[in-house]
């Protein structure tokens, strides 16, 4: 931690810089991802819908999330489950 309040000021400036500079980096890939979306929604590949639950489902899968048991679960809600 900061003992003064002028070292505090000067880690606060250092923090936004270099905040400012990961954002600004990280912009182009932003845009592509916008870019994406608009791509397959104008081609009528995907609706806003579809490109939602895609999005959801690779968080989960990137968040180590079993996507065969929020299938079965889904399915349970659903309905659609091959139990009938």
């Not at 309040?5 to 400036?13: A, G, S």
């Not at 600004?24 to 994406?36: G, H, I, N, T, V």
């Not at 009528?44 to 490109?51: A, H, K, V």
């Amino acid at each position: 931690m900061a003992t003064t309040n002028e070292e505090r000021k000067r880690y606060v400036k250092e923090y936004i810089r270099s905040l400012a500079a990961i954002e600004e980096a990280m912009e182009p890939y932003k845009e592509q991802k916008r870019d994406l979306r608009t791509e397959f929604k104008e081609n009528s590949w995907l609706s806003t819908d579809e490109i939602s639950a895609a999005v959801k489902a690779y968080r989960l899968f990137k968040g180590k999330v079993n996507i065969d048991e929020v299938v079965e679960n889904f399915n349970m809600f659903t309905g659609d489950g091959n139990d009938s």
